[in-house]
């Protein structure tokens, strides 16, 4: 393991120097730490620092890389036991990449303690994007406190995302993002090699096994390894999909103005500057739509563009606040 001394270098050491005061948690010497890659845009909140240093429970052990002694989850906790004139901290070690290390930070960050930002957790999204290309959508977002969704924009946006050809899902499970190129693979593979097992040809085509039986009991039956393919090898036209259904009427169901209203007698909301902020915020939402249709023809021409681009980024970000919701009712068993 390496210390790192006064001037950022470091030092070999070893781990039977910290004293064990838990299962894998370890006292360290505050004066060995180091502040890590932290998430956070603005850096610290000197706030939150002082309200930790006044509590008087224990707080949860800090998480450090254990080769280069930076702090990867507990800056903050950190920052408070100095403060408050302790000389060590309990620690749990993290062995990882650089990268590995900023994603573990993202979800700390994200699972507990003092909330990121929606700035915070977009650069985040996009960072790991770029550092760990096949984590799926649906993954990164579970990390980052993003919808999946959001995510996916940050993904086609960028040029600087890594292309690939496969997803790894929250799972763990490895996905082609063409299926139909796997599963002409496995086909190929199948006829180089018959007696390979289901497992061995979805490991080397990157299919999941459950492709690699299907793709062979439908070349057993004579079909080609690729759904679609079946009405064009019989010279059938596919059908035409269902049209999508309309969206609902905004009559129906439980109309956005008496939403509103019961939200706007809500003493919770009222009372407090947060709560009063939304609801002013949802009110602008309400009443604006009602003069949507005359405010768009009211957009100057050379300024539809950006209207439209502005337009769509607020659904976004309202999906986001969405997603955020419906995540924290999940969590506290309300939904």
């Not at 939150?48 to 002694?69: C, G, K, N, W, Y």
Request: charged letters at 25%.
């Amino acid at each position: 393991m390496l210390l790192a001394d006064s001037d950022g270098s470091s030092a070999e050491t070893g781990p039977q120097e910290y004293d064990l005061i838990g299962p894998g948690v370890y006292a360290v010497p505050i004066v060995r730490l180091l502040p890590g890659d932290s998430p956070r845009l603005n850096g610290e909140d000197k706030v939150h620092v002082l309200r930790l240093a006044a509590m008087e429970t224990t707080l949860p052990p800090i998480q450090v890389d254990r080769a280069t002694m930076r702090v990867v989850d507990g800056i903050h906790r950190l920052m408070a036991a100095s403060l408050k004139g302790e000389h060590t901290i309990a620690v749990e070690f993290f062995d990882g990449s650089p990268e590995d290390a900023f994603l573990k930070s993202v979800e700390a960050n994200v699972e507990h303690g003092l909330p990121l930002t929606q700035s915070d957790r977009s650069a985040a999204a996009l960072r790991i994007l770029r550092s760990h290309p096949t984590m799926s959508d649906r993954a990164i977002a579970k990390s980052t406190g993003l919808g999946a969704q959001a995510v996916a924009a940050l993904r086609r946006s960028s040029d600087s995302v890594p292309q690939s050809n496969f997803r790894v899902g929250r799972d763990g499970k490895v996905r082609p993002l063409n299926s139909a190129k796997g599963r002409l693979r496995v086909a190929e593979l199948m006829r180089e090699n018959p007696d390979a097992s289901l497992r061995q040809l979805a490991r080397t085509a990157g299919v999941s096994p459950a492709t690699a039986l299907d793709v062979r009991r439908r070349l057993e039956r004579g079909s080609g390894p690729v759904p679609s393919q079946d009405r064009r090898d019989r010279g059938e036209t596919p059908a035409p999909k269902a049209p999508a259904p309309a969206p609902e009427p905004a009559g129906r169901g439980v109309p956005a103005a008496v939403t509103l209203e019961v939200l706007m007698r809500d003493p919770s909301l009222r009372q407090s500057e947060l709560g009063r902020r939304l609801l002013r915020m949802f009110r602008d939402n309400v009443l604006g739509a009602r003069a949507l249709t005359d405010i768009a023809a009211s957009v100057p021409s050379h300024c539809i563009e950006l209207v439209t681009q502005l337009s769509r980024d607020n659904s976004r970000i309202w999906e986001d606040f969405a997603q955020e919701l419906a995540r924290r009712a999940r969590a506290s068993g309300v939904a």
